[in-house]
């Protein structure tokens, strides 16, 4: 198979990261990177640690559909800020016109995520193509492989919200109030730098945001209810990863089984003793860990953002949509020591 794709949002962190996975992916064979910005500029300019893997490429303003239909399969990944893919995937459907239907479509940001429009509002507020909100799959392998099978359109989660429904997926239908404290690095917030998330305001800082209110948490109440998770996000002080701590009232012994039954059924999650984002950051796994005083029982993760909170997830979702092994092109160890 021959997977012919178009990258929307080529300068920002969800295309370079893609860019760096697709190059060891076998079955990707011609890759176009779109982007806003008009003078066309090298791949290796906007992403430099692509040097010698994409030489000679240029970014384009626009999709060459002729390119994206030679191949076995059309793909176009979205890696645009929030709110943008919902204005133009219209657009690009009817600028496509029948072969649209062919197209498999990724999308990165958080537009196609929420099913509920309330929800989308209260968090994003008003959307630009509603009606083909329920056209997407939500694309967590984890806990959605059989609805993603076939799937054409794929909403991938936020990096938090991948880690927080696992997380709360090993204590299933154990504990009725899970509180959660969870500390991210400053590419999680894309890379246009702001007065909060610069790199340099933050490196040798730690700070609460949205504290109980984050946008993420819209998606696991999507999946297992309003108000079981109580959510704190701390802003941390290193550029890639996501580290979270659980805790609830719940019977170790059920939260161990629902840990090794995932585990054993999902080739990207390894139970560990302990959880580091040392040994995750770089690759699409997530290591997880369960503890107990007794009392409660916490549980603890990390992953990569960048990777299995969105650039490797979209490839692991999409291997499964194409009928494809899921570690298809992802098959890779963490970069440690980092």
Same mark, same amino acid.
């Given at each position: 198979?021959?997977?012919?794709?178009?990258?929307?949002?080529?300068?920002?962190?969800?295309?370079?990261?893609?860019?760096?996975?697709?190059?060891? +992916?076998?079955?990707?064979?011609?890759?176009?990177?779109? !982007?806003?910005?008009?003078?066309?500029?090298?791949?290796?300019?906007?992403?430099? +640690?692509? @040097?010698?893997?994409?030489?000679?490429?240029?970014?384009?303003?626009?999709?060459?559909?002729?390119?994206?239909?030679?191949?076995?399969?059309?793909?176009?990944?979205?890696? *645009?800020?929030?709110?943008?893919?919902?204005?133009?995937?219209?657009?690009? *459907?009817?600028?496509?016109?029948?072969?649209?239907?062919e197209?498999?479509?990724?999308?990165?940001?958080?537009?196609?995520?929420?099913?509920?429009?309330?929800?989308?509002?209260?968090?994003? $507020? !008003? +959307?630009?193509?509603?009606?083909?909100? =329920?056209?997407?799959?939500?694309?967590?392998?984890?806990?959605?492989?059989?609805?993603?099978?076939?799937?054409?359109?794929?909403?991938?989660?936020?990096?938090?919200?991948?880690?927080l429904?696992?997380? *709360?997926?090993?204590? /299933?239908?154990?504990? @009725?109030?899970? %509180?959660?404290?969870?500390?991210?690095?400053? &590419?999680?917030?894309?890379?246009?730098?702001?007065?909060?998330?610069?790199?340099? &305001?933050?490196?040798?800082?730690?700070?609460?945001?949205?504290?109980?209110?984050?946008?993420?948490?819209?998606?696991?109440?999507?999946?297992? $209810?309003? /108000?079981?998770?109580h959510?704190?996000?701390?802003s941390?002080?290193?550029?890639? $990863?996501i580290?979270?701590?659980?805790?609830?009232?719940?019977?170790?012994?059920?939260?161990?089984?629902?840990?090794? !039954?995932?585990?054993?059924?999902?080739?990207?999650l390894r +139970?560990?003793?302990? =959880?580091?984002?040392?040994?995750?950051? /770089? %690759?699409?796994?997530?290591?997880?860990?369960?503890? &107990?005083?007794?009392?409660?029982?916490?549980?603890?993760?990390?992953?990569?953002?960048?990777?299995?909170? *969105?650039?490797?997830?979209?490839?692991?979702?999409?291997?499964?949509?194409?009928?494809?092994?899921? &570690?298809?092109?992802?098959?890779?160890?963490?970069?440690?020591?980092?």
């Amino acid at each position: 198979m021959k997977i012919h794709a178009a990258i929307l949002g080529g300068s920002g962190y969800g295309a370079g990261e893609l860019l760096t996975w697709l190059p060891g +992916h076998p079955h990707f064979a011609d890759v176009q990177v779109i !982007s806003r910005n008009e003078d066309e500029p090298l791949i290796e300019d906007l992403h430099p +640690h692509l @040097r010698g893997f994409w030489s000679g490429e240029r970014v384009a303003s626009k999709i060459d559909f002729s390119r994206l239909l030679a191949g076995d399969q059309a793909v176009i990944f979205g890696a *645009m800020p929030h709110g943008q893919f919902q204005k133009q995937l219209p657009n690009l *459907m009817q600028e496509a016109g029948s072969a649209a239907e062919e197209f498999y479509f990724v999308d990165l940001s958080a537009d196609y995520r929420l099913q509920d429009l309330d929800l989308v509002e209260k968090y994003y $507020g !008003s +959307h630009a193509s509603p009606d083909l909100i =329920p056209t997407f799959a939500y694309g967590l392998p984890e806990l959605d492989r059989e609805g993603l099978v076939g799937a054409q359109r794929i909403a991938c989660p936020g990096c938090f919200a991948t880690g927080l429904q696992i997380g *709360m997926a090993i204590y /299933g239908s154990e504990a @009725r109030f899970v %509180s959660a404290v969870g500390i991210t690095g400053s &590419t999680g917030s894309g890379v246009n730098p702001s007065a909060t998330t610069h790199h340099p &305001t933050r490196v040798n800082d730690v700070r609460p945001y949205k504290v109980l209110n984050h946008q993420h948490l819209a998606e696991v109440d999507q999946r297992f $209810g309003p /108000g079981r998770l109580h959510f704190t996000p701390l802003s941390g002080p290193f550029a890639r $990863g996501i580290f979270l701590a659980f805790t609830a009232e719940a019977e170790e012994r059920v939260c161990r089984q629902n840990l090794i !039954s995932l585990t054993a059924q999902n080739p990207f999650l390894r +139970h560990v003793e302990v =959880p580091r984002l040392a040994t995750v950051v /770089g %690759s699409n796994f997530i290591e997880l860990a369960v503890a &107990t005083n007794g009392t409660a029982t916490t549980v603890t993760l990390a992953l990569d953002n960048l990777v299995k909170g *969105m650039a490797g997830q979209a490839i692991q979702a999409l291997n499964i949509a194409l009928g494809l092994p899921e &570690t298809e092109g992802l098959w890779r160890p963490a970069r440690f020591p980092g």
